[in-house]
């Protein structure tokens, strides 16, 4: 692909820079001279697939991650990765994750810039987590870097999609060095505000090609908030049958409500642009039953519904979590991918060594902070009804969905199992 093939984006935010300048932790920058040009939403042909696509591997990933125990996953995080590492990928690679992301080519490439660019719009300093009270108006941080062992040099057309599309940084480093984990880890705190102080990448060495990483960070307080007075230790009860006291957060509020196949569903905005839907499932059924179609029918039951009153019971969170995806990317039909068949755009001998994703998640009376890190790891390889009051008690196991209002992209999604266990 030359230049003037790259998918044409929006307004210009930022400009690469266009010399080797010194990053420190061991690497320097080599970003690409194109400048940052995001989709907006009404130009991204595929859209709906890609959002689609997003929630079909978040429901995917935690029912076969979950088995029984607390976890916490970001489809956004997770799929902007794999589609930064789609621009690199040629052949049955290629093919996999254009199955994967929903959409192929620049159709592809357009959607993803504009969902980042749409969230993005709420970009703020990290570090706002760090502060006693969450910010009025909702924090979205998103950023992409691309770490590259000094000798290699990938194709340009894919260093330039990175800096059109996705607003990456790219930078070089000697694998083999002490510095180049620091680097990492420095990019990894700084762009989670410290919730994730280091990289999951294993001690870096002269195996690594590259590591693509990605960063999203949400701090955002609820539209209608919990009074504290109104948290109690209430029963739980575990996939076992045992009850343990959970503490749990109580108010009743008008708010999107519908139920789906016996399973209750609300949708909890934050005070712009955000909201949480928490889904209790019929008793009986596994948070991790929920699949991507229904959760496109909760989508289509919102559409136009008619706020409901609801008694609302809900246990507070705080949860981290971290998992080492490749078998995951195997499993769900990414197996060439995983061998390098073949990422020749970034390096011609070099396969998948780790999806690492690490992510936490925290819900109490006044809003939600969660954040996530993926990252990508090559390695050398050989070349190859009317409105009423309701009552909903999340006494029982419970899953989520933190969600773009406008485009239902999941940022966030977690199955819980026992809120009382990190």
């Not at 209790?280 to 929920?290: H, I, K, M, V, Y």
């Not at 490749?326 to 073949?342: H, I, K, M």
């Not at 998640?361 to 969660?370: M, P, Q, S």
């Not at 409105?387 to 999941?410: A, G």
């Amino acid at each position: 692909m030359h230049l003037d093939d790259l998918p044409r984006f929006g307004s210009v935010s930022l400009i690469g820079l266009l010399a080797l300048t010194s990053c420190g932790g061991g690497g320097e920058d080599h970003r690409s001279s194109v400048e940052y040009e995001p989709a907006s939403l009404n130009e991204a042909d595929a859209l709906t697939e890609v959002v689609n696509a997003s929630t079909r591997f978040g429901s995917e990933s935690l029912s076969e991650l979950a088995e029984g125990q607390n976890t916490v996953v970001s489809p956004a995080s997770i799929l902007v990765a794999l589609a930064m590492l789609a621009e690199g990928a040629r052949g049955p690679a290629a093919q996999e994750l254009d199955g994967l992301l929903g959409a192929a080519g620049s159709e592809r490439t357009e959607a993803f810039s504009a969902l980042q660019a749409a969230v993005l719009e709420y970009d703020g300093d990290p570090e706002v987590v760090q502060e006693d009270e969450l910010p009025e108006t909702p924090l979205l941080h998103l950023a992409n870097q691309l770490v590259l062992a000094e000798s290699t040099s990938p194709e340009q057309d894919f260093m330039d999609v990175l800096a059109a599309a996705f607003d990456a940084g790219v930078v070089t480093t000697d694998f083999g060095a002490a510095g180049s984990q620091r680097l990492l880890d420095d990019w990894v705190n700084e762009h989670t505000g410290g919730l994730i102080e280091e990289s999951a990448v294993e001690t870096p060495n002269a195996d690594l090609v590259f590591v693509l990483q990605n960063a999203i960070l949400l701090a955002a307080r609820w539209q209608s908030q919990f009074d504290p007075a109104d948290t109690s230790e209430r029963d739980f009860t575990t996939p076992d049958g045992a009850t343990v006291d959970a503490e749990t957060m109580h108010q009743t509020l008008e708010a999107e409500y519908t139920e789906h196949d016996d399973a209750q569903i609300i949708r909890l905005p934050y005070t712009e642009a955000f909201a949480m839907d928490v889904v209790l499932p019929a008793e009986g059924s596994a948070p991790t039953d929920f699949t991507d179609e229904d959760w496109a029918a909760v989508d289509a039951a919102f559409i136009g519904q008619e706020r409901a009153t609801v008694d609302l019971a809900l246990p507070t969170v705080d949860l981290r979590t971290g998992e080492d995806l490749v078998a995951l990317l195997r499993n769900l039909g990414g197996s060439e991918t995983v061998a390098g068949n073949d990422l020749s755009r970034i390096d011609p001998a070099v396969e998948i060594g780790q999806l690492a994703h690490q992510a936490v998640l925290t819900i109490d009376e006044e809003g939600t902070v969660a954040a996530a890190v993926t990252e990508i790891v090559g390695v050398t390889s050989a070349p190859a009804d009317p409105p009423k009051t309701v009552e909903m008690t999340v006494d029982r196991p419970f899953s989520l969905r933190i969600v773009h209002e406008e485009t239902s992209w999941p940022l966030f999604m977690a199955a819980i199992f026992d809120p009382t266990e990190d």
